[in-house]
């Protein structure tokens, strides 16, 4: 079972939907949780972070936690074309240095 | 605004050569790590360094070495690059969140290396 799992995809989603992004990780200790996102050639940049169970909300970005689960999930309101990029789950694991990054989930906002 | 740069966007070197990839971050986060990033493999983490002359191996650090004499300065090092190390490799930089793991990390524009 791999560390921090995606659905790899392409998610494709018409503009002004609402696209869902999940993330299932197998260390039940771990704290702290990140979605990037990675325009096709560039490096990821950080969306959100979330350390805490239950939702945070950024703009049009909603990500949600739920530790007894073992999931996270990113949500992206009125989808549009310019949100068409890889997102990447990263997760720390429990009391260490490292994080585990997902290989992400291709998403095609159709206009 | 974090700022990561990286020695070279696009590099080729022969199979046998000693490669260096540079990386220097400007915000004094004290964790920097290097990735590469291959289709369908995601990120991998090869190397990370939480303080200076400080380091510890990632899942996939052979073949590679690294070097950080100076905080701001992490080095990757092939020693003999092959064709499986044509990659995009990329290095970011964090601060340290203490037993909660690295904040949130600052990526460079990577390198696109290829062996031949």
């Known amino acids: 079972q791999k560390e921090v799992e995606q659905n790899s995809g392409p998610l494709s989603v018409p503009e002004g939907a609402i696209a869902s992004l999940n993330c299932t990780y197998s260390d039940r200790g771990s704290q702290s949780f990140f979605w990037y996102r990675q325009y096709s050639g560039k490096s990821p940049e950080l969306i959100m972070f979330?350390?805490?169970?239950g939702d945070k909300e950024d703009g049009r970005f909603t990500a949600q936690l739920n530790k007894a689960s073992q999931y996270v999930s990113l949500l992206i309101r009125d989808s549009q074309p310019s949100d068409s990029a890889t997102y990447l789950c990263?997760?720390?694991?429990?009391?260490?240095?490292?994080?585990?990054f997902g290989a992400g989930t291709r998403l095609f906002v159709k206009a | 605004d974090v700022k990561v740069t990286q020695s070279s966007r696009y590099l080729v070197k022969r199979t046998g050569e000693k490669v260096f990839l540079e990386c220097v971050q400007d915000?004094?986060?004290?964790?920097m790590f290097w990735y590469r990033q291959d289709p369908g493999l995601g990120l991998r983490l090869i190397y990370f360094s939480y303080d200076v002359k400080m380091k510890e191996k990632g899942d996939i650090p052979e073949g590679y070495s690294v070097s950080r004499e100076k905080k701001e300065r992490f080095s990757l090092i092939l020693e003999s690059a092959s064709t499986n190390q044509t990659s995009m490799y990329l290095c970011a930089s964090s601060l340290s969140g203490g037993v909660a793991g690295p904040y949130e990390q600052y990526f460079g524009p990577g390198t696109r290396l290829t062996v031949t």
């Open positions: 915000m004094d986060h004290e964790n």
């Open positions: 990263a997760v720390n694991g429990a009391g260490g240095f490292k994080t585990i």
């Open positions: 979330i350390y805490s169970n």
